[in-house]
């Protein structure tokens, strides 16, 4: 497999198999305003910057409660877990043989037949 990115919409979703190994690592990228501001994970497609789902700056009210506090983590938390189960969701309605990959934090790895 070379690498592949499909868009869905607003959603792309980046395949890369990993040099000398038989993994295959799908990512999800959302576009945000064009810049590097919006996600703290990018990559440019084609000359315009996507930030990949769940790496996004926290909305604002998310952001506007005490800082360390036991409310912004649990908070936080339940936000960043609902945009990995969307990049999830985008990564397997794309390539759907990615579906029983290992998950983590809105990534799915698979290896492949050699």
Not at 63 to 70: K, N
Not at 71 to 95: G, L, P
């Amino acid at each position: 497999m070379t690498n592949a990115t499909p868009t869905a919409g607003q959603v792309k979703v980046h395949a890369v198999r990993i040099i000398g190994t038989r993994l295959v690592v799908y990512s999800a990228y959302e576009y945000g305003d064009g810049t590097t501001r919006t996600h703290s994970t990018v990559q440019n497609f084609n000359g315009r910057y996507w930030g990949r789902i769940g790496c996004a700056s926290l909305p604002a009210e998310l952001d506007a409660l005490p800082a360390r506090s036991d409310e912004r983590w649990a908070a936080v938390r339940t936000w960043q877990a609902s945009e990995y189960e969307r990049a999830y969701a985008a990564i397997v309605a794309t390539f759907p043989a990615a579906a029983d990959g290992r998950r983590s934090m809105g990534d799915i790895t698979v290896e492949v037949p050699a």
